[in-house]
């Protein structure tokens, strides 16, 4: 009888090719998603070495960080981008794509999108493969127990090389989730609670599991939601193992094994999980009957407080360091201590990204928003669904027109106002409450505050004017 | 690669922690398909008091005198002295070649993110962890004396100032053989290609649907 293993254990073992006495390893990667911006400069190494793609079967890519999302713009494929750099790293990654015979979701296919939404969405992501891309929210794909993290531009180009990374092993943490959320309360909320917890370095060095009633509770969706924000925490890695919801999503999926395959996959898949009594380095335990939704107030994703709470106060912070950090981080948000949550009024609300940008996301926020109209004080409402399959089912649901209506604006596919490398952004001392994943000075634009928060807080404040969740709004109304 | 083998540098100190990857190269700038040039925008932020767009003459802009960069005592720094949690955020490369670009070589922190300590290795920098009572020390010792330079030696894992104090570090010993050697990763792997191969082909009797190329 071999001894209990971590989910983490397995995988890693799985796909150790060789491994030293001090677990540095060579790992083998089975799926590499790529996108512009992280790639054209080792695709260039590629070129520079005389090397070729291993295996570029494993490779799916698509342009997402730079894409316009504006019809007008969109509609007119690579050559309609405006930015003259945004339009060469776009189509630079094509020139890449057919020069190493790599399938290339192109800026008008229905199925382009987020990296992190499709990978899932074509089933390109399963359980048991080890995914890579170099973005760091890759870690989103941990939640189909698939060992996904992300890298740099030159390990993009060593595993495009090689199919292999040199790794040291990370180590098992466990986060254990029990209870109900209640109503109005998401995965978002939950993840920010824990990184709230344990801090942006608390899960360095670890991959976090995720086990517990709440998170067999939750759909996938929810699960992607809550790995993709691993990296918050410091995690290069979240997991979730696999169960009933994990294949059900991935039947008939583009991508996903057929037949007599699919069956021998199922068999091998329902495999991938923590065996009783296999130990971890850390754990966490975590009531979810208790949370709120959450609201961040300051510029790192830690710094985090229930929607019914205060902007706390850096004087009551014994840390000097700290002290410092949370006194800067007020002063770039332009907030007081002790100032109520739900009195901040945000100038613009963005739903979207690689955490909450899946039909699930669209459908939360829709029904919040449901025939109530965007409030006067909120000059944008934009909606970015993940990809081009998404927004297809929103459509065909009528959400499209719910946000119309209510006064959002309906937008094609792509990262977007996440981090404003196109021309979704905020402006200097413009204020957001976002479902994206970091709040970091200028992340949505030089001088922008954002405030992290749920599908559900981003459309019940867009209604409201100021911080709110569905119970709050539905008091007010 | 480039090789780290020592390095004697003048120190230059960014007292914050959590210092994340947008803060190190705003976005806007990741636009670049080149691995070079982006030294003129590390912490533009920070360092600028407008805002920074690509292929702009960056001589003409106006300089927040108050960031350490700009401070003349600090012109010519190779070590950056930092706090904790430094380069967390997003796995841009961009980040440490933007470090690298401007000059430095070496970064002493209490704690790295580790998307970012992993991406300094491919590209010649040596992040080095020290512990936060050190770093705090060190802080104290480069804001009293204009001109403090450490002395850094990978070899013998050792920090130390021209005064003698010395402090040593850990680093793996992979990483540190593949720095001081400048070992080309990829080359190196691709010399076990045989090894992959045969590798590949267990997988494929395992998990078949993993290799529909029939690879």
């Known amino acids: 009888m071999t001894a209990a293993r971590t989910l983490l254990e397995k995988l890693w073992e799985r796909h150790v090719v060789e491994e030293d006495e001090t677990g540095r390893a060579l790992l083998y990667i089975d799926r590499h998603l790529v996108y512009e911006v992280t790639s054209p400069q080792a695709f260039e190494g590629l070129r520079l070495a005389g090397r070729k793609p291993w295996r570029s079967d494993t490779v799916l890519a698509t342009a997402d960080h730079n894409v316009p999302t504006v019809w007008s713009e969109r509609s007119g494929g690579v050559d309609g981008i405006s930015d003259p750099l945004s339009r060469i790293q776009v189509r630079k990654l094509g020139s890449n794509c057919e020069e190493f015979d790599i399938n290339e979701f192109r800026l008008q296919d229905r199925r382009q999108g987020i990296i992190h939404v499709i990978g899932p969405e074509q089933g390109a992501t399963l359980p048991g493969m080890t995914v890579v891309a170099g973005d760091s929210h890759t870690s989103t794909h941990g939640a189909f127990a698939a060992l996904a993290f992300g890298v740099g531009t030159s390990e993009v180009e060593h595993v495009l090389a090689t199919q292999c990374l040199s790794m040291q092993r990370m180590k098992p943490m466990l986060v254990k989730v029990e209870g109900d959320l209640r109503p109005g309360v998401t995965a978002k909320d939950l993840i920010l609670h824990i990184i709230g917890r344990i801090g942006t370095a608390g899960g360095t060095g670890y991959a976090?599991?995720?086990?517990?009633?709440?998170?067999?509770?939750?759909?996938?969706?929810?699960?992607?939601?809550?790995?993709?924000?691993?990296?918050?925490?410091?995690?290069?890695?979240?997991?979730?193992?696999?169960?009933?919801?994990?294949?059900?999503?991935?039947?008939?999926?583009?991508?996903?094994?057929?037949?007599?395959?699919?069956?021998?996959?199922?068999?091998?898949?329902?495999?991938?999980?923590?065996?009783?009594?296999?130990?971890?380095?850390?754990?966490?335990?975590?009531?979810?009957?208790?949370?709120?939704?959450?609201?961040?107030?300051?510029?790192s994703p830690e710094m985090v407080?229930?929607?019914?709470?205060?902007?706390?106060?850096?004087?009551?912070?014994?840390?000097?360091?700290?002290?410092?950090?949370?006194?800067?981080?007020?002063?770039?948000?332009?907030?007081?201590?002790?100032?109520?949550?739900?009195?901040?009024?945000?100038?613009?609300?963005?739903?979207?990204?690689?955490?909450?940008?899946?039909i699930e996301d669209l459908r939360l926020a829709a029904k919040v928003v449901k025939g109530r109209h965007v409030s006067n004080s909120i000059v944008q409402a934009l909606v970015v669904p993940g990809s081009g399959l998404v927004k297809e089912q929103a459509e065909a649901e009528g959400l499209d027109r719910i946000f119309i209506e209510a006064g959002f604006e309906w937008r094609e596919p792509g990262c977007s106002m996440c981090l404003g490398m196109n021309s979704d952004r905020l402006g200097d001392g413009e204020r957001c409450a976002s479902t994206s994943n970091r709040n970091f000075e200028g992340r949505q634009g030089a001088g922008g505050r954002t405030h992290l928060v749920s599908p559900v807080v981003a459309a019940a404040t867009a209604i409201a004017g100021h911080f709110a969740d569905d119970h709050h709004f539905d008091v007010r109304e | 690669?480039?090789?780290?083998?020592?390095?004697?540098?003048?120190?230059?100190?960014?007292?914050?922690?959590?210092?994340?990857?947008?803060?190190?190269?705003?976005?806007?700038?990741?636009?670049?398909?080149?691995?070079?040039?982006?030294?003129?925008?590390?912490?533009?932020?920070?360092?600028?008091?407008?805002?920074?767009?690509?292929?702009?003459?960056?001589?003409?802009?106006?300089?927040?005198?108050?960031?350490?960069?700009?401070?003349?005592?600090?012109?010519?720094?190779?070590i950056l002295l930092t706090r904790h949690n430094f380069g967390c955020g997003s796995s841009r490369e961009h980040a440490p070649w933007a470090l690298h670009d401007y000059g430095f070589r070496a970064l002493i922190a209490p704690s790295f993110a580790d998307i970012f300590y992993g991406n300094c290795f491919k590209n010649g920098m040596l992040p080095i962890v020290l512990p936060e009572n050190i770093v705090d020390e060190l802080f104290q010792a480069v804001y009293r004396a204009p001109g403090y330079r450490l002395i850094i030696d990978l070899a013998l894992?050792?920090?130390?100032?021209?005064?003698?104090?010395?402090?040593?570090?850990?680093?793996e010993a992979a990483r540190k053989d593949s720095l001081l050697k400048g070992l080309d990763d990829i080359g190196i792997t691709f010399s076990k290609a045989e090894i992959i191969r045969n590798y590949e082909a267990l997988r494929k009797q395992q998990e078949p649907w993993l290799f529909p190329g029939g690879a």
């Open chain 1, 208 to 299: 976090i599991e995720f086990a517990g009633s709440t998170i067999r509770d939750l759909s996938m969706e929810g699960r992607m939601t809550l790995c993709n924000m691993a990296i918050e925490a410091g995690a290069r890695v979240g997991l979730v193992a696999v169960d009933r919801k994990t294949i059900d999503y991935l039947e008939g999926r583009p991508f996903a094994p057929e037949g007599k395959q699919w069956a021998a996959a199922v068999e091998y898949w329902k495999t991938l999980k923590t065996d009783d009594g296999a130990v971890f380095d850390r754990t966490i335990e975590v009531d979810a009957s208790a949370l709120q939704p959450m609201v961040s107030w300051g510029t």
């Open chain 1, 305 to 358: 407080v229930p929607i019914d709470e205060v902007v706390p106060d850096p004087s009551n912070e014994a840390d000097p360091v700290r002290r410092a950090g949370m006194e800067r981080a007020l002063a770039y948000m332009g907030l007081r201590a002790g100032m109520r949550i739900s009195d901040i009024a945000p100038d613009k609300v963005f739903i979207g990204s690689c955490t909450n940008a899946r």
């Open chain 2, 1 to 78: 690669m480039e090789p780290f083998i020592s390095l004697d540098g003048l120190v230059a100190p960014l007292d914050r922690s959590n210092v994340d990857t947008d803060a190190i190269l705003p976005k806007q700038f990741m636009k670049s398909i080149a691995r070079t040039g982006f030294g003129p925008n590390l912490f533009d932020e920070l360092r600028y008091l407008d805002r920074g767009e690509p292929g702009q003459d960056v001589s003409k802009r106006p300089l927040n005198r108050d960031f350490m960069l700009n401070q003349p005592r600090y012109a010519g720094a190779s």
């Open chain 2, 157 to 171: 894992q050792r920090v130390s100032n021209p005064a003698g104090d010395t402090w040593e570090f850990e680093i």
